[in-house]
């Protein structure tokens, strides 16, 4: 949603690493950058040296011979606030950035959250069109109608267009920050075009969690469908990560550059995640683990997250997935044992075998060996997994379960089963 990015830096304390990231994910972006020295009325601020620091990551000042907007402000003081406001008219004029008010408005969520008093609202920034109250909109896969609008002051407005921040009543429920706000001319053209992302949405969805995999990206390239390789990069110590930039460098490349959006170190948290999938890039990590909530999100969008303890394996993988030739390989991986102990036989369904695990669990979609005095008599996968009459997905240790077999009735009291599931090998 962002067409300027003001970068806010304390003169005092120059760049941190929170400052690096901010600027990481600004130039990923692509968009401009103006920088604001703030706290320049303290006697400890030093311009100079947060210019040379600035210059580390490609943003050069204007008068040491570069292209990038710096202002020294102070906000206690209100010094240089007014040339930062003309910068950022001047930056806008020169990126023609403009908008229509006519037409349907067009905007981006910011933020959401659910009022006990009045239900689901949204912060929304109008992009183009105007917003008023009564029309009817759409949020991804449902629609609804403005109730109310609320300008920044909270007082509520008929009208919102291009540039204005506003709150919005009457989304049927709460959207995500990012999701795109339609306003169409009918309830029934608003209908129809959320059912229509609803459909594009699952299909996204899926496309999205293969085009953030290794492999995909190695076949895209394969296909030419793929220009440029991003990759966000996270290591133990600062050594690694020089290490690992220098040795990415050194990769022959030929028509696909490959860039780094963003490296540091410290393990793999949502931040990367968010930048990863934003730039369709995938993460290598060196000697780290990811958060549990970077775990998480990166399971539910799809963003590839490979972690090495070897920097050669590292440089190896990204160099088959630039000719193209990236297969991960897989390898049976035990999970659990089962003990059966009951057999029942049913017309529908066959020998159901009342089971318990006795070791690690039983899942839903893993490969069962069955092993009859230590002979494997069968190797296969479950039809059915069930606890009491409830089918399930997954049964832990020390609990009882019904399975069934995928087109195999020969089972016996004593038999075991073992589970296993196919994981990719650690390199």
Request: charged residues 25%; hydrophobic residues 40%; proline residues 3%.
């Amino acid at each position: 949603m962002t067409d300027i990015a003001v970068l806010v830096i304390a003169a005092e304390e120059g760049i941190k690493p929170q400052t690096e990231e901010a600027i990481h994910h600004a130039q990923a972006a692509d968009v401009p950058i103006i920088v604001a020295l703030n706290k320049i009325d303290k006697p400890t601020a030093d311009v100079e040296k947060c210019k040379q620091q600035l210059s580390q990551h490609n943003l050069l000042a204007e008068d040491w011979g570069g292209s990038t907007i710096i202002v020294p402000v102070s906000a206690l003081t209100g010094k240089g606030l007014d040339e930062l406001l003309e910068m950022i008219s001047l930056t806008a004029h020169i990126q023609e950035l403009k908008a229509s008010k006519d037409g349907f408005a067009k905007c981006i969520i910011i933020e959401s959250h659910l009022s006990r008093t009045k239900g689901p609202l949204a912060t929304v920034l109008v992009k183009s069109g105007s917003l008023k109250v009564g029309d009817p909109i759409v949020v991804g896969s449902y629609y609804g109608k403005v109730r109310a609008l609320f300008n920044d002051q909270g007082q509520p407005i008929q009208k919102a267009t291009p540039g204005m921040p506003v709150e919005v009543l009457g989304i049927p429920r709460v959207p995500e920050p990012g999701d795109i706000l339609e306003s169409k001319a009918t309830e029934k053209e608003a209908k129809l075009l959320a059912e229509k992302l609803a459909l594009k949405e699952s299909q996204d969805k899926l496309k999205g969690q293969q085009n953030l995999s290794l492999e995909t990206l190695s076949s895209q390239i394969q296909e030419g469908e793929l220009k440029q390789l991003n990759l966000v990069v996270k290591a133990d110590v600062n050594g690694s990560v020089e290490a690992i930039k220098r040795s990415i460098d050194n990769i022959e490349t030929e028509d696909i550059p490959i860039r780094i959006l963003h490296a540091a170190t410290g393990e793999i948290t949502e931040n990367d995640v968010m930048l990863a999938k934003a730039s369709s890039a995938f993460i290598i990590g060196f000697g780290v683990n990811a958060t549990s909530e970077a775990e998480k999100l990166s399971a539910d969008d799809g963003v590839d997250m490979k972690r090495y303890s070897i920097i050669y394996n590292m440089i190896e993988d990204i160099e088959r997935v630039i000719k193209g030739m990236y297969k991960p390989e897989f390898e049976e991986v035990e999970i659990g044992k089962v003990e059966v102990r009951q057999l029942f036989a049913f017309s529908k369904v066959g020998t159901i075998a009342g089971s318990y695990v006795i070791q690690g669990k039983l899942h839903r979609q893993a490969i069962i060996s069955l092993l009859r005095e230590s002979q494997e008599i069968y190797k296969g996968n479950l039809s059915s997994l069930k606890r009491f009459k409830e089918d399930v997905k997954e049964v832990g240790e020390g609990f009882e379960c019904g399975v069934v077999l995928d087109k195999f009735t020969d089972i016996q009291v004593g038999d075991t089963l073992v589970a296993y599931e196919l994981q990719e090998k650690k390199r």
